[in-house]
C-alpha cells in the first residue's frame, strides 16, 4: 500500500496499469490499443556508487509499435533542476537496456510544477543539439476535475488520480465531495474498474495521498458521511481503529519488506520472460503473480533465464515441489 502523498501520485498505476489507456485521452493525449501492460523493475542504477530509480516503469504490449514501448513515470511535487538530469539518463539507459522507445510521464499537483517540467530538455554544445527530452505531463493544467459523483462512479481509479492532480486547487472541496459520493455509489453498483483495490482501500489511497492538514481532515469527514462505518466518527470504533493501527505499525513494516520482496522477485521474472520474447499468457501471468513463497519464486526467477516456453517455469525436477 501507499504510504505517502508522492506514493499515492504514481503507484495508483501499479494498482490499475490500465488507468494509462483510459486517462491519458483525456488529457488530449491519444493512447494506442493495447495488448498488455506490465510493470517493469524500477531501479536503473548501472554502476553501483550512484543509484538512480524511477518511480514506476511499465511495458505497454500495443498492436502499432512492434515490441511495444516503455512508459517511465515520475512524480513531482515542485521544480527541482537536478530532476532533468536524471530524467535525460532515465529514457538513455532505458532504451539502452531494453532497446524500446521510452516515453517519459511526469505527474504534478500545481500548474507551475507541470509547465516546469513541460519544457523540452535540450543537451548538447551551442551549435549542434544532441538529445532533446520531451516529458509528457499530467497535471491540473490538462486534466479537468471530476465533480461529478456519476463520473467518479463509472471510474474510480480515474477520479482519484484526478483528484491528485487538483490537490493544489481552491475547489478541491467540491472535488472531494463528488469523490466521496461516487465512491458510495461505485460500492452500492459493485461496477467501477480498477478491481484489484476495493472501494476501502481507494478510500485509504485518497487520504494517504492527501497527505496531513486540512484536506485530509475533510476527506475524512466526507467518508464518515457517505461510509458510517469508515473508521474516525469520533466513537469507541475510531478509538480500537486508531489503537490498532499503531500496534500493527512494526507488523505492518516486518510484512510490508516480505511483500516488498515478493512483487519484486514477481516483477523480475515477467521482465525476464518478456525480454527474452516469451509469451506469457494469462493464466501463467496469474500463477506467477499469485506466488507466495519466495523460494518457489527463486525457482521459477533462476529458470525465467533459460526456459523457452513461460509453462517450463513451472515444471519440476525430482524431489522438488512447485
Not at 484526478?162 to 460500492?187: N, R, T, V, Y
Request: net charge negative; proline share 7%; aromatic share 8%.
Amino acid at each position: 500500500m501507499v504510504s505517502s502523498p508522492h506514493d499515492a501520485m504514481h503507484r495508483i498505476f501499479r494498482d490499475d496499469p490500465g488507468l494509462f489507456a483510459r486517462l491519458l485521452p483525456r488529457a488530449g493525449i491519444a493512447f494506442p490499443e493495447y495488448y498488455s501492460i506490465d510493470p517493469l523493475d524500477t531501479d536503473l542504477t548501472e554502476i553501483r556508487p550512484m543509484e538512480r530509480r524511477v518511480d514506476s516503469l511499465f511495458r505497454v504490449r500495443a498492436a502499432s509499435d512492434e515490441g511495444g514501448f516503455l512508459l517511465a513515470v515520475e512524480a513531482q511535487g515542485k521544480k527541482d533542476p537536478d530532476k532533468r538530469n536524471s530524467w535525460t539518463y532515465y529514457l538513455a539507459y532505458l532504451y539502452a537496456k531494453y532497446r524500446l522507445p521510452p516515453v517519459l510521464v511526469v505527474l504534478c499537483r500545481d500548474k507551475q510544477t507541470a509547465v516546469w517540467a513541460m519544457e523540452p530538455i535540450r543537451i548538447g554544445p551551442g551549435f549542434h543539439t544532441s538529445m532533446h527530452v520531451y516529458p509528457m505531463v499530467l497535471g491540473p493544467g490538462n486534466l479537468s476535475a471530476i465533480t461529478d459523483p456519476a463520473e467518479v462512479a463509472a471510474d474510480v481509479p480515474l477520479a482519484v488520480f484526478a483528484a491528485f492532480a487538483h490537490a493544489k486547487d481552491p475547489g478541491l472541496p467540491a472535488i472531494l465531495e463528488a469523490l466521496a459520493a461516487g465512491m458510495q455509489a461505485s460500492s452500492e453498483a459493485d461496477a467501477a474498474p480498477g478491481e484489484g483495490l476495493s472501494i476501502d482501500m481507494w478510500a485509504e489511497y485518497v487520504e494517504i495521498g492527501l497527505g496531513t492538514g486540512s484536506d485530509r481532515d475533510l476527506w475524512r469527514q466526507l467518508m464518515r458521511k457517505y461510509t458510517p462505518n469508515f473508521p474516525g466518527s469520533g466513537t469507541l470504533l475510531e478509538e480500537t481503529w486508531l489503537e490498532g493501527r499503531a500496534k500493527g505499525q512494526e507488523e505492518g513494516r516486518v510484512k510490508g519488506r516480505v511483500e516488498g520482496r515478493l512483487e519484486g522477485r514477481t516483477e523480475d521474472i515477467l521482465r525476464i520472460l518478456a525480454a527474452r520474447d516469451i509469451d506469457i499468457p494469462a493464466p501463467v501471468r496469474e500463477r506467477i503473480a499469485a506466488g507466495a513463497e519466495l523460494d518457489v519464486l527463486d525457482r521459477w526467477f533462476d529458470r525465467a533465464l533459460t526456459v523457452t516456453d513461460a509453462e517450463e517455469l513451472f515444471v519440476e525436477g525430482d524431489g522438488e515441489q512447485g
